[in-house]
Nanobody, 117 residues
């Protein structure tokens, strides 16, 4: 069973930065595609950024140039560095893993990010 544990959320002022971390267990981490999603109140969950086993990254247009996704396979950890945060970045952020060979999806419990002055 794959388990994902997020950390690093919190309250930050507009223009500030946060780094989210997600530690995975129960699979061969280096083979997984990892991603961050977020869900704001009253809205659907949306993809923020993803990174493949080969290191290819993909970002939502709304975060391009501000957020950076990275992974450390030795630590079974994926990160989301969030810079120049805006109030509309406020959401619960979820870590996601797509695990081969069946491409099963696994989710973390979520971590709240609040951007407010």
């Amino acid at each position: 069973q794959v388990q994902l544990v997020e950390s690093g959320g919190g309250l930050v002022q507009p223009g500030g930065s946060l780094r989210l971390s997600c530690v995975a267990s129960g699979s061969i981490f280096s083979l997984n595609t990892m991603a961050w999603y977020r869900q704001a109140p009253g809205k659907e969950r949306e993809l923020v950024a993803s990174i493949t086993s080969g290191g290819n990254t993909n970002y939502a247009d709304s975060v391009k140039g501000r957020f950076i996704i990275s992974r450390d396979n030795a630590k079974n950890t994926v990160y989301l560095q969030m810079n120049s945060l805006r109030p509309n970045d406020t959401a619960v952020h979820y870590c996601n893993a797509v695990v081969p060979p069946l491409r099963n999806n696994y989710w973390g419990q979520g971590t709240q990010v609040t951007v407010s002055s």
